[in-house]
């Protein structure tokens, strides 16, 4: 029988699913428990946008990738990755990048497929349903508890999916360019954008699923006093 423990080693970031939407009801049983997530003073700052549209999903594609090809680099409510990276964490993010591209044999001057590959964050990895999370602006307007309650939220959304066996992606490409999810959804200009999670079928034939990146170990990142 599986556990809770067995879906949170077991769930990993797929990046390539078939052309299938996660069922409404399904959808709906994913957030009715992502919404028992705790939060300080239960203040529950999550609102999010459900989006299985494939010509809305589309036009937010579009909009992120021509904003990117303008030569604008982010376009964000909130900074996600640091201004300045330093050990260890810059070379996690090295490892993570050079593991995923030498797994699909792409060359570090193929310009042309990293490209493809970046893009295909907005092509939703070929998925037909995107949970799109947003808080209120006054929620983390010089505070940030808000944040913390949010990243709760979407890790119970992930492992609330895979009970189902829905696979997901966290996407923290997307918080780069949060106004123009915003601006393309017409959200009310209270909100701000925070992160989508691709949520699908996964393609079990396609390779790049096979990637997990190497987690630190438990010396590396806990002290027991």
Same mark, same amino acid.
Request: glycine content about 4%.
């Given at each position: 029988m599986s556990t809770i423990i067995d879906a949170i080693v077991n769930r990993s970031s797929k990046r390539a699913f078939l052309p299938k939407p996660v069922p409404r009801e399904i959808q709906e049983k994913i957030l009715k428990a992502a919404a028992m997530t705790p939060s300080g003073a239960n203040m529950q700052p999550w609102i999010t946008y459900a989006i299985s549209d494939n010509k809305v999903l589309k036009k937010i594609g579009d909009a992120i990738i021509e904003k990117m090809n303008s030569g604008v680099e982010n376009d964000q409510f909130i900074q !996600? #990755?640091? &201004?300045? *990276?330093?050990?260890? #964490? $810059? $070379? /996690? /993010?090295?490892?993570?990048?050079?593991? &995923? !591209?030498?797994?699909?044999?792409?060359? /570090? $001057?193929?310009?042309?497929?990293?490209? $493809?590959? *970046?893009?295909?964050?907005? /092509?939703w990895f070929g998925a037909q349903s995107v949970f799109f999370v947003f808080t209120d602006k006054s929620m983390i307007d010089g505070a940030q508890g808000a944040l913390i309650d949010c990243g709760? #939220?979407?890790q119970t959304i992930m492992l609330a999916a895979s009970e189902f066996g829905i696979e997901s992606c966290p996407q923290g490409s997307t918080t780069e360019f949060g106004k123009v999810v915003a601006d393309v959804l017409e959200v009310p200009q209270n909100l701000a954008f925070l992160y989508s999670i691709v949520l699908g079928y996964e393609d079990k034939d396609a390779k790049i699923n096979t990637y997990k990146p190497r987690r630190a170990e438990l010396d590396d990142n806990v002290i027991f006093i």
């Open positions: !996600y #990755y640091p &201004l300045n *990276w330093k050990a260890p #964490y $810059k $070379k /996690r /993010r090295v490892e993570t990048g050079v593991g &995923l !591209y030498t797994l699909m044999d792409v060359d /570090r $001057k193929d310009i042309e497929t990293r490209t $493809k590959m *970046w893009h295909d964050n907005f /092509r709760a #939220y979407m």
